[in-house]
Every structure is written in structure tokens, then in C-alpha cells.
């Protein structure tokens, strides 16, 4: 199975500020890559897929870059509904396999 | 658009239960449908998947002991779970996982959930 390591576990950010967690792959996974963003008691949320592209509805504060082994997930000017637990998932092979989460919290 | 988990619940380590995916607004029949669990204070777990086509894969921890089925006239998805464990107990959510580009998949349309609880 292909491993997802993502870090940091945990950050703490200001509104406003620019926040970048990073998703690490134990194979390549070209850009099979996705991202989601979940909310206390809430269902994952699609954000990013196939490594950099948006997701309908998303605001364009977030971005995601990389390939192979090594991912990003930007948020560009941190909003207060942003604090969550971020996810990245790898969809390059069965079983996907997500990373551990990062939780956003407010500084 | 949306997808309504029910049949969780408190069940004894041994015992069996059957989840539920109710679908609305597409058909599961033409979708890649799947599970995904979520243990106490922890972070996702893959479980199952059901193909267009009806092939079925699970995670090794629960192989040989879940199935994964759907009944396309109820347009609903279902998880059987027998020899239940304590480390079983999580929230299940099942999703939709769609097609997104080239060899691309991703979960677009998720459930809120439902809860099993495996103790004595």
C-alpha cells in the first residue's frame, strides 16, 4: 500500500496569514493527488484534485502543486472558516490511502 | 445530490450489522461508490469500493469480514459487517467517487455518516 505522510500534523495561523502543508507520497503517484478539507462533525470536502486543479465552488485562496512523490497545499490568506482538518488522499492506486490530516487552528 | 447513511449503532465484538447508503440525484449503479470510516479523534480510512461493473476491493483489516453490495432499483449501497471489532468503531461515510480526469478518481459527493460502536 502506498504511504501518505503529511506535515505538519498541527499549525496554528492568523487570519490573513499564508499557510502551506505538504503531503509526502512513499511511491510516485504522478498527480494523483487529492485534497480535502474537513469540518468538526462534518463530512470531507473536496478541494483540490489531480494535485492542482480547484474543485468547483472552492475559493481560489487555495492551490495545490506537486507531483510524484511531494505535494502541497497552499491556502493563500488564511479565512476564519478555514480552520479545519486538511486532508491529501492519493488516487493512483487501490486501496487510496489518505494522509494522517493537519489541523488549522487559530494562533 | 446527496447521500444519507443509516443502520449504525451499539453492537457487541462478534456481532453483525448492515449499513446503508441511500443515493440521490445520481445513480450508484453508474458511479464508483465506496467507504470510508473514521475512528474516534483519528483521520480517514479507506474500507471498500464497488465498481461500475460490480468488481469489489477492501482494506486488508477488514477483508474477509465486510462486504460491499448495492441494490440498483433502491439505488442504494450497502456494507455488510460481520466478526465486528473494537476497532471497528468509527463514523462510516460512504462517497462517490467520480472520474475527475485521464485515470484521475476522486471523492466529489460524501454522507455525513453513521456512527458503530463495537463494545460489551
Known amino acids: 500500500d502506498i504511504q501518505m505522510t503529511q506535515s505538519p500534523s498541527s499549525l496554528s495561523a492568523s487570519v490573513g496569514d499564508r499557510v502551506t502543508i505538504t503531503c509526502r507520497a512513499s511511491?510516485?503517484?504522478?498527480?494523483?493527488l487529492n485534497w480535502y478539507q474537513q469540518k468538526p462533525g462534518k463530512a470531507p470536502n473536496l478541494l483540490i484534485y489531480?494535485?492542482?486543479r480547484l474543485q468547483s465552488g472552492v475559493p481560489s485562496r487555495f492551490s495545490g502543486s506537486g507531483s510524484g512523490t511531494d505535494f502541497t497545499l497552499t491556502i493563500s490568506s488564511l479565512q476564519p472558516e478555514d480552520f479545519a482538518i486538511y486532508y491529501c488522499?492519493?488516487?493512483?492506486?487501490?486501496?487510496?490511502?489518505f494522509g494522517q490530516g493537519t489541523k488549522v487552528e487559530i494562533k | 445530490v446527496q447521500l444519507v447513511e443509516t443502520g449504525g449503532g451499539l453492537i457487541q465484538p462478534g456481532g453483525s450489522l448492515r449499513l446503508s447508503c441511500a443515493a440521490s440525484?445520481?445513480?450508484?449503479?453508474?458511479?464508483?461508490m465506496t467507504w470510508v470510516r473514521q475512528a474516534p479523534g483519528k483521520g480517514l480510512e479507506w474500507v471498500s469500493i464497488?465498481?461500475?461493473?460490480?468488481?469489489?476491493y477492501y482494506a486488508d483489516s477488514v477483508k474477509g469480514r465486510f462486504t460491499i453490495s448495492r441494490d440498483n432499483s433502491r439505488n442504494t449501497v450497502y456494507l455488510q459487517m460481520n466478526s465486528l471489532r473494537a476497532e471497528d468503531t468509527a463514523v462510516y461515510h460512504c462517497?462517490?467517487?467520480?472520474?475527475?480526469?485521464?485515470?484521475?478518481?476522486?471523492?466529489?459527493?460524501w454522507g455525513q455518516g453513521t456512527m458503530v460502536t463495537v463494545s460489551s
Open positions: 464497488i465498481y461500475r461493473g460490480g468488481d469489489t
Open positions: 511511491q510516485g503517484i504522478s498527480s494523483y
Open positions: 489531480v494535485a492542482s
Open positions: 440525484g445520481f445513480n450508484v449503479s453508474t458511479n464508483y
Open positions: 488522499q492519493q488516487s493512483y492506486t487501490t486501496p487510496r490511502t
Open positions: 462517497a462517490r467517487e467520480v472520474i475527475v480526469a485521464v485515470g484521475a478518481d476522486a471523492f466529489d459527493i
